[in-house]
């Protein structure tokens, strides 16, 4: 099994030193340090595959970043790396202040993480899990208990509180693993496209639970290949393609610095009919344009958050992407 947050092969080798920090922690030094920043990542793997490419960003208290991107794109190994499992080929990462490849248990013991994968005691039940976590974690063990039953609530757990893990679906094992890295309310939570494989009842659950830290005043970031998701639910969007961050702001800003806030779109008649679509910053202008064409039928809209993928990546193919969330 892996360590991601914690999992059997951390605590059975790290445990006296993860909760001796529960009491260690600087509080005064992590308020006026960022959550994270990201400086100059580069990642390159044997063969000279660069999966991340000077990626440099900074994540805010009180703000859900998203980083969308297609499969392949970049976006786990950048986790992997923010979260202490594979080290920079260059550049650095600070969370909150402490250097995550000098100092990684210290560093990961500030956030809650959810990687792609599911890491959990197969045998110990939804309930037991939670609990166990919340103690490590630093909870005392009557709030551990009164925050793994309100974590089971949020996340529509009660008809599996006390199932083991083994018996879980991949959706729910990814409930439970958002419930134990949001346990302790962290500062920084770092999520790997934690919605993955949950129907669209349970994803807006989780919707609401990231909304409910980040109003808490945590960072979240999180990956994402759901455009809707993306413009949904964060505050800033950046956008990655071959391991590089294109652009990172909201996507009202995302729109208007690259001149796509509206599109029309009209279909011509010919020997086949062709659907086009135009963009620019005044829907007015816009709708003049087609008119100049003899064009007299069109649908005026803002644009979306894929026209501005679309746009920065030069018209380059979405695919990889989901577009219900």
């Not at 892996?2 to 059997?8: I, L, Q, S």
């Not at 960022?34 to 100059?40: F, I, N, S």
């Not at 807006?204 to 909304?211: E, F, N, Q, S, V």
């Amino acid at each position: 099994m892996c360590n991601h947050y914690g999992g059997p092969t951390m605590i059975s080798g790290a445990i006296n030193e993860m909760t001796g920090m529960t009491n260690k922690r600087d509080d005064a030094a992590a308020d006026t340090e960022l959550p994270l920043v990201v400086d100059r990542i580069n990642k390159t793997y044997k063969g000279g595959i660069e999966a991340n490419q000077e990626i440099s960003f900074s994540a805010r208290p009180g703000e859900i970043l998203g980083i969308l991107g297609p499969n392949g794109a970049g976006k786990t190994t950048l986790v992997r790396q923010i979260t202490t499992e594979l080290m920079p080929s260059s550049g650095s990462i600070r969370v909150f202040n402490v250097d995550v490849v000098n100092d990684p248990i210290r560093a990961k013991f500030m956030m809650g993480i959810v990687p792609q994968e599911a890491d959990l005691y197969e045998m110990l039940t939804v309930r037991q899990m939670l609990r166990i976590f919340g103690k490590l974690r630093g909870l005392p063990s009557r709030h551990a208990g009164a925050r793994a039953d309100e974590l089971i609530e949020s996340l529509r757990l009660e008809d599996h509180r006390d199932v083991p893990n083994l018996k879980l679906s991949g959706g729910l094992k990814r409930r439970v693993m958002v419930g134990i890295a949001t346990l302790s309310h962290p500062r920084l939570i770092v999520l790997d496209e934690p919605t993955t494989g949950l129907d669209p009842q349970s994803r807006r659950d989780l919707w609401a639970l990231l909304r409910e830290n980040r109003d808490r005043g945590s960072a979240i970031l999180l990956t994402t290949h759901y455009m809707e998701e993306a413009e949904a639910l964060c505050d800033r969007v950046g956008i990655i393609q071959h391991g590089r961050l294109l652009a990172l702001d909201t996507v009202p800003n995302l729109r208007a610095a690259h001149g796509y806030e509206f599109k029309v779109t009209y279909t011509t008649n010919g020997t086949e009919n062709k659907t086009h679509t135009i963009y620019g910053v005044d829907d007015q202008e816009l709708v003049a344009k087609v008119r100049d064409k003899g064009v007299r039928q069109y649908s005026v809209a803002r644009t979306s958050l894929e026209d501005v993928y679309l746009a920065l990546t030069d018209g380059e193919d979405s695919d990889g992407f989901t577009d219900d969330a």
